[in-house]
């Protein structure tokens, strides 16, 4: 089993990257392999609502950039964590408009357990996580939970290891979704059936 971890931050080892690397290892831990793919610098294009995705056997986007490397991953992930530092009490510009195509054009997560994690200095951490889970409640992932919003704080790598409740919180996330994807791994092999699926419904309000 493997966890793909995504680093929206501008920084490749910075605040989230310390986090992030805290989950991976409870994870590693727990015998399941990881990854933290890093967004990266360069800006990241917003979806046009193109539609290519919808029409490509890949589901891949039209723009071939991070968001087409990232879901190429995430196809053989069994569990995907995003983080995102907090810019003006949001999720990154980087991560977000990289989630838009990723979860639009992906399509296929259902049941693929999902958590997020933030970091930030001080304030705006409960509004940016709140951002990052609506993608996964939308989408039919199992959302996976700690003892604590998922949250460190801290202006730098050094100072988010020193918040020993947010470390701490970060293993918890790492040991939880170890213990959901071996659970859902064993249910698989019980003969445990998928939940029944039914067509969308979809309801315009304006007549």
């Known amino acids: 089993m493997k966890v793909l971890l995504i680093n929206g ?12 690397c805290e989950v991976a290892r409870e994870l590693e831990r727990a015998g399941i392999g990881t990854e933290i793919f890093h967004i990266g610098m360069q800006p990241v294009r917003g979806c046009t609502a193109c539609g290519h995705c919808r029409t490509s056997d890949a589901h891949r986007c039209v723009y071939d950039d991070c968001v087409n490397a990232a879901l190429e991953k995430a196809e053989s992930a069994d569990g ?4 995102s530092p907090v810019h003006y009490a949001a999720a990154s510009g980087f991560i977000t408009p990289f989630l838009d195509r990723f979860f639009y054009a992906g399509g296929g997560f259902a049941l693929k357990p999902g958590a997020a994690v933030v970091t930030c200095r001080r304030g705006g ?3 940016a996580f709140d951002q ?3 993608y996964f409640t939308i989408s039919g992932m199992p959302v996976v939970s700690s003892q604590y919003w998922n949250v460190a704080f801290g202006n730098t790598p ?5 918040d020993l409740e947010g470390m701490q919180t970060m293993r918890t996330l790492g040991r939880n979704m ?6 859902i791994e064993a249910g698989r092999k019980l003969g445990v059936p998928l939940p029944e699926k039914e067509p969308p419904a979809r309801t315009n309000f304006i007549r």
Do not use: D, H
């Open 178 to 183: 170890a213990w959901l994807l071996r659970s």
């Open 132 to 134: 990052l889970n609506k």
């Open 80 to 83: 995907l964590v995003f983080g």
């Open 158 to 162: 050094e100072e988010i290891r020193q």
């Open 9 to 20: 931050s501008p920084r490749k080892e910075g605040c989230t990257y310390t986090a992030l």
């Open 125 to 127: 951490a409960a509004t």
